[in-house]
């Protein structure tokens, strides 16, 4: 079965980072692309950033650019989310996702909460 | 960047009704277009992607439709296992892969 579990979320004050990693079993994991989606508390889904199977190209939503980044590593199955420059409105859940560009995001992690408050 | 809208944002209707959710794009996206279910305190879960196809194990009182700019989620027969918010979602074409605001389904 397909899984992904998401990790690394923790309660950070304004201006720090974070690295958030998810660990993905059950598919060919190089096959796909790969995203990161967040949830605000009491919010809708806000897509965040995505990654090529190759990790050659990697795209954000314009409110992390500069301030996150994406990264893969095939041989381990893991995604990752380097936050910076941390903000009260990134607060949310993370969630990790499988993505195609024929289907969209067919799997979902559980997600990992960060939080940011001083 | 391409905007997604969605109507109504929130809907009440009875066990039985057929409930039809739109979604519109700002800009065509031909039929990437998919629609999730999100239950309270659950993982959004994929429904229908390329507008209309519907995901592998959901049930057929699901449908969408559309292509270009307008869409449409459909239930034939609303049940109470349906009761969730639904969001689309514009993928592939250039990024941000951009979500609706969201519709919440209750039961009357």
């Known amino acids: 079965d397909v899984q992904l579990v998401e990790s690394g979320g923790s309660l950070v004050q304004p201006g720090e980072s974070l690295r958030l990693s998810c660990a993905a079993s059950?598919?060919?994991?190089?096959?796909?692309?790969m995203s990161w989606v967040r949830q605000a508390p009491g919010k809708g889904l806000e897509w965040v950033a995505n990654?090529?199977?190759?990790?050659?190209?990697?795209y954000f939503v314009d409110s992390v650019k500069g301030r996150f980044t994406i990264s893969r590593d095939n041989a381990k199955k893991s995604l990752y989310l380097q936050l910076h420059s941390l903000r009260a409105e990134d607060t949310a859940i993370y969630y990790c996702?499988?993505?195609?560009?024929?289907?969209?995001?067919?799997?979902w992690g559980q997600g990992t909460l960060v939080t940011v408050s001083s | 960047d391409i905007q997604m809208t969605q109507s109504p944002s929130s809907l009440s209707a009875s066990v039985g009704d057929r409930v039809t959710i739109t979604c519109r794009a700002s800009?065509?996206?031909?039929?990437?277009l998919a629609w999730y279910q999100q239950k309270s305190g659950k993982i959004p879960k994929l429904l229908i992607y390329?507008?209309?196809t519907l995901q592998s194990g959901v049930p057929s009182r699901f449908s969408g439709s559309g292509s270009g700019t307008d869409f449409s989620l459909t239930i034939s027969s609303l049940q109470p296992e349906d009761v969730a918010t639904y969001y689309c979602q514009k993928y592939n074409g250039a990024p941000p892969w951009t979500f609706g605001p969201g519709t919440k389904v209750e039961i009357k």
């Open positions: 390329a507008a209309s």
């Open positions: 059950g598919f060919s994991f190089s096959d796909y692309w």
């Open positions: 996702a499988r993505g195609s560009l024929t289907k969209g995001h067919d799997y």
């Open positions: 990654i090529k199977q190759d990790g050659s190209a990697t």
């Open positions: 800009q065509g996206i031909t039929n990437y």
